[in-house]
């Protein structure tokens, strides 16, 4: 079973970034496709980025092209979502999840899930 906990989150202006990290345990990113996931209040969990295991190919949402960007640090098995010119839309609480598989947009998919970080992205 793999452990994953999310950080990185917090209040930002519209306009502004963040930077989210999910730290691995327990398996190597070299097995493992991370996922990154968001739910708003009274919304249906939804994808926003993946980083395959193998090539380390990443997908997006449209929602979020060209403004988020997923990397992963293998030496250190800790995956990363950048957020730039975040809106009020994209406040959610962020998830990172795993996959032994590769990568998947759907939620039912991933096995394994950290507890979440709060982004709220507000004036």
């Known amino acids: 079973q793999v452990q994953l906990v999310e950080s990185g989150g917090g209040l930002v202006q519209p306009g502004g970034s963040l930077t989210l990290s999910c730290r691995v345990s327990?398996?190597?990113?070299?097995?493992?496709?991370i996922g990154w996931f968001r739910q708003a209040p009274g919304r249906e969990r939804e994808a926003v980025s993946c980083?395959?295991?193998?090539?380390?190919?990443?997908t997006y949402a449209n929602s979020v092209k060209d403004r988020f960007t997923i990397s992963r640090d293998r030496a250190e098995n800790i995956v990363y979502l950048q957020m730039n010119i975040l809106k009020p839309e994209d406040t959610a609480v962020y998830y990172c999840?795993?996959?032994?598989?590769?990568?998947?947009?759907?939620?039912?998919?991933?096995?394994?899930w950290g507890q979440g970080t709060q982004v709220t992205v507000s004036s």
């Open positions: 980083i395959a295991n193998i090539g380390g190919r990443d």
């Open positions: 999840a795993s996959r032994r598989l590769g990568c998947s947009g759907s939620r039912d998919a991933y096995a394994d």
């Open positions: 327990g398996g190597a990113l070299d097995y493992y496709a």
